[in-house]
C-alpha cells in the first residue's frame, strides 16, 4: 500500500493534472476565440477606416 507521502505525492500530482486540464478547456473555449474574434474585428475596422480615408482623399 502507499506510503503517507507516496498518497500526498499522487494527490498533488492529480491536482496538477486537474488544474491544467480544465486551464486548457478554458483557453480553447473563451480565450482563444475571444482573442480570434478580437483580432478579425479590428481588422476589419482598420480596413473599413482606410477605405474611408481613400474616398475622402
Not at 482573442?35 to 474611408?52: D, H, S, T, V
Amino acid at each position: 500500500m502507499f506510503e503517507f507521502q507516496q498518497y500526498l505525492g499522487f494527490l498533488a500530482f492529480l491536482t496538477i493534472l486537474t488544474i491544467g486540464f480544465w486551464l486548457m478547456m478554458f483557453l480553447i473555449t473563451f480565450i482563444v476565440p475571444y482573442w480570434i474574434f478580437g483580432g478579425m474585428r479590428e481588422f476589419l475596422q482598420e480596413r473599413k477606416a482606410k477605405r474611408e480615408a481613400e474616398q475622402t482623399a
